[in-house]
DNA sequence: ATACCTTATTGACTATCCGTCAGAAACGAC
DNA sequence: GTCGTTTCTGACGGATAGTCAATAAGGTAT
């Protein structure tokens, strides 16, 4: 079962404290069904996530489902939260190494890089969210979860481009404001992300490494507002592969 | 109803050369058919998209409807071919602008826009298609045109490329290959589409015009690559706006 | 140990919607 | 007008999301 695959969202088996064994047998089985849908998407996307098969597949009834998740959006949409809350520590930590700032800015975007390898479902399931009006159907409190951790995520990388701006290293044009630096490698990485879990002709178009062009990309456009040091003078590809290995490798960020 | 609203996919109402009453009956329905489709995935997205109710809008029964397309996920296709179309339509007459490549790939941009303002439902539906497995469901003959199309579009864009280094304006560096700045531009053109259209919370975030960021961004990365003229020596703004209101601003492209 | 109350679980049932197809209606040739 | 052909129809079968009354399990007081 592909539940054994790793990289899984979900809890440790362990006992939380202050928690009964009824308490944690709900927590787990909630995991669970996480697990479960998980691979139902991955299978067939939205419409292979079935209810009456997760239901036999964790060997309960539908109705117990139902007792965790409102409706099947928001089984979706708890996935989401699960991955956003994941790439939102390793942002956080990414942006706690020290050096120049758009070393810490390449940094992060290692950590997205990690991210994306960690949760190779996630932007399958995030653009399910983003496109099927989804959203609408879910409860307020998890979609406030997710803008509330989108909103973090990019304010840790804001935070960078402002040190940039502070230190020198970077002198943003007048009238344009630090996010919408952010939001230009934002878009390049969803816009990479999409299009390369969605098109099964990238090669024929002539992409052989989808995540090579992402960083050189990202670079470019960093080296065009002239931020230093730029890609020429300083290997960050390098840095990125090196901090992949040394911070994001092990599992210390499944939660 | 909303079939009186501009832009849209549907042939015009005159007869085409050599055909019978019948024939142009026919794809005048269907004309009808994606449109009432249309309307109803921006109102709901996929699952808004109902087939009862196209056959009560179009006032034919749902038999009829399935003379057309094979499956829902057919009509989400044709959609999206409509469109695509079109913009190669628009790539193409944007690529024939004369000048030096990088104003003519700022011509390009300006075509991009031109059609997001003219296809406002497109990134909807081609996010849907690209999501929900929907994919799979569809016939070859219509996938592989999307393909062809998606294809062309991308051979356009590179064949400017491939000017501006012959010309000596850009210099790629070692290895980098024309199709990956392609890539690069699409990667930010999408990605923005993308957060635009599914995030109604850009404003917090700091993003106020997300097509200026575009423009901005896009430049910075060309800049990046060093193509001469910089953004800083070529007003690439004003020449999208004056393109896009001579070139662009009619229905010429609607077919 | 038992009776009683509370909570958790179940799966049959309803509602919705896609896609089919046998029959009805319209068309056209003669 | 008749008959063969094409087009159209909408009731039906099948799949699946979500509900809820009935049932089982768990906990507590005596």
Redesign the interface.
């Known amino acids: 079962m592909a539940s054994t695959a790793p990289h899984l969202p979900t809890q440790p088996d362990t006992s939380l404290p202050g928690e009964s064994r009824k308490q944690r047998e709900i927590r787990l089985r909630e995991a669970r069904i996480l697990a479960v849908a998980r691979d139902q998407i991955l299978e ?5 996530l079935n209810m009456d098969r997760i239901a036999a597949q964790i060997e309960y009834s539908k109705g117990t489902i139902y007792q965790h998740f409102r409706n099947k959006e928001e089984i979706l949409l708890a996935l989401v939260n699960d991955a956003l809350n994941t790439r939102l520590r390793m942002f956080r930590a990414a942006a706690a190494f020290e050096g120049p700032d758009r070393v810490r800015l390449a940094t992060i975007g290692a950590a997205a890089e990690a991210f994306v390898e960690h949760y190779p479902y996630h932007f ?1 399931v995030e ?2 969210v ?6 609408e159907k879910t409860s307020p409190e998890r979609r406030q979860l997710m ?1 509330t951790c ?2 973090s995520c ?1 304010g840790t990388v ?1 935070e960078i481009v402002h040190g940039g701006v502070a230190s020198g290293d970077l002198t943003l044009p007048e009238g ?2 630090p ?3 952010v ?2 490698m ?7 992300q ?2 390369s879990h ?1 098109s099964d ?1 990238l090669a ?4 052989d490494s ?1 995540s090579r ?2 960083r ?2 990202q ?7 002239g931020w230093r040091p730029l ?1 020429d003078d300083f290997d960050y590809s390098g840095h990125m592969d090196r901090v992949k290995q040394q911070i994001f490798r092990h599992d210390q960020f499944s939660q």
């Open positions: 067939g996307g939205y419409l292979g399958k653009q399910i983003r496109a099927a009006s989804i959203w803008q989108e909103h990019m804001v344009v404001r996010e919408e630096v939001f230009g934002w878009s390049i990485y969803l816009g990479v999409i299009i969605s002709t024929d178009i002539g992409i989808p062009s992402l050189l990309n670079n470019r456009m960093l080296d065009g507002y890609s």
